[in-house]
């Protein structure tokens, strides 16, 4: 009889309406506690360093146009809301001094920083675009592009909240919405890829990881990419699994919206020819099929989709320098900087021991994703000699590897996040092996519940430890994790 029962249709389809119910109810909790660590960000200054330029570049977008998209002739203005003026609003100017390049660009001269000083701002402008588009929908103040200042180190206790948050929502609801939708990607990530648990865990791991909470708090274009990048990987997911070809060219186009961000958007194409290169040819012997993949349609799409989009900015930055990935360089600029910013980065070791090392020490959950990278070479192999293979890790593993080969160098965490929701599903991913296997071996872990509950008590564990150094981070408006290095 209740054999029978199990095997009902009706029976069936209210256990899964039920467990999907969950899954739903358990996602919300989860990006209600990423909201919770990341809240802050109303009340905490958003001024200080790349962020006044975001600003400063959404007036000038706002107020002049596309032609004048620059740091140059911007003043600042300030209204206090103390007595001894630790804390004010503060707004960006178009300067009324004919001769003056305007206060931002005189500021960093002061402190030996002259690379700013370009006729066209050498990054992509969809922050600063989506700010305009923020400030005409949300900003009580229509005709200023306020922000909050402070010289304190921690929360301003002296002024109001609601003043700091009804000032600055436009602003910080950018990076606030992306980090979260972050956390969103990387469980439809796990879920597509794998089981609906693993997209949890992986939720999870996005939502207390301290370099995603940092960011979250900043008005910085990494959150932005990441999301973008993490958006396209989904929609990616999906048109493979379901072979259709307008889900590559959606994840094609939702890139070139990550490379209007920032231009390490790009490398999302360079991982995905890779992973084409590896997944369609006969043999890796097999000249004939490398070249024929050069033609690939499917990448052809996905790179096509991205250029579509993106392409306009290549276009305008080589107009203006005459190399289309131009940046700026300062000579000596280690030894002129009066802030010692550089000093201090310059002191931290490169990105191939920086992220090797600080992203699981930041939160150990991490780790396991690097006990998956043998599989992934297991697989690789199997993929060029063409037999059967999971292409799952591979897909992961190479956005993942991409990144960090072309962040080798760099010694900022924040420019790995990109990577952090691929990096999230293989650490899920492996912690759900680990969940399967250690039943196997153990009488206590026999039961399932025990081996979830194990888990459970590790994550929160991990959040307990982790989230407050993001938080920290925020409060203290420092912009490296100092940990460990």
Not at 26 to 31: D, F, G, H, P, S
Not at 413 to 432: D, F, G
Request: charged fraction near 15%; charge should be positive.
């Amino acid at each position: 009889m209740l054999q029978k029962l199990a095997n009902d249709p009706v029976v069936i389809f209210f256990k899964t309406r039920a467990k999907n119910v969950c899954v739903i109810v358990l996602l919300v909790l989860i990006v209600l506690a990423a909201f919770r660590v990341r809240m802050n960000t109303f009340w905490l200054p958003h001024w200080m360093g790349d962020q006044c330029h975001y600003i400063s570049l959404a007036m000038k977008l706002d107020t002049l146009g596309f032609s004048q998209y620059n740091l140059r002739k911007v003043d600042v203005e300030t209204i206090p809301l103390t007595g001894d003026k630790k804390v004010s609003l503060i707004y960006p100017t178009i300067t009324k001094n004919p001769d003056s390049k305007g206060q931002i660009l005189d500021v960093m001269e002061r402190v030996g920083i002259r690379y700013y000083d370009q006729p066209f701002f050498h990054k992509p402008p969809l922050l600063s675009y989506l700010i305009v588009c923020s400030h005409k929908l949300f900003a009580t103040d229509k005709t200023r592009y306020l922000s909050v200042f402070s010289t304190l180190k921690g929360m301003p206790a002296d002024v109001s909240p609601g003043v700091l948050f009804k000032a600055q929502f436009y602003l910080v609801i950018i990076p606030l919405f992306c980090s979260l939708g972050l956390v969103v990607a990387a469980f439809f990530m796990g879920r597509l890829l794998f089981s609906n648990r693993v997209g949890l865990y992986a939720a999870f791991l996005m939502a207390i990881h301290p370099v995603s909470i940092m960011t979250s708090q900043k008005l910085w274009t990494d959150d932005l990419l990441s999301f973008f990048v993490s958006a396209s990987l989904v929609v990616l997911i999906l048109g493979i699994k379901r072979n259709k070809d307008w889900y590559i060219a959606l994840a094609g186009a939702l890139c070139g919206l990550s490379i209007l961000a920032k231009q390490t958007g790009g490398n999302l194409v360079i991982a995905m020819f890779i992973f084409f290169i590896i997944t369609h040819q006969k043999s890796i012997l097999d000249l004939k099929s490398f070249f024929i993949l050069l033609f690939n349609k499917r990448a052809i799409i996905f790179a096509g989709c991205a250029f579509l989009i993106s392409g306009f900015w290549f276009y305008k930055i080589w107009r203006v320098y005459g190399n289309p990935f131009f940046l700026p360089y300062q000579p000596s600029v280690l030894e002129i900087d009066r802030t010692g910013w550089f000093k201090e980065l310059n002191a931290r070791p490169r990105g191939a021991v920086l992220f090797l090392v600080q992203i699981p020490y930041l939160c150990p959950a991490f780790i396991f994703a690097y006990f998956s990278i043998e599989r992934f070479f297991k697989e690789t192999f199997n993929a060029v000699m063409k037999r059967a293979y999971d292409w799952r890790l591979i897909f992961l593993w190479i956005v993942v590897l991409q990144y960090y080969w072309t962040l080798r160098t760099e010694q900022e965490e924040r420019l790995m996040l990109p990577a952090y929701t691929c990096l999230a599903v293989l650490a899920a991913y492996a912690l759900n092996v680990f969940r399967l296997y250690t039943g196997r071996f153990s009488k206590f872990f026999g039961n399932r519940y025990v081996r979830e509950a194990v888990i459970v008590i590790f994550l929160i564990a991990c959040a307990v430890y982790a989230a407050p150094i993001g938080i920290r981070t925020g409060i203290e408006q420092t912009i490296l994790l100092r940990k460990p290095f």
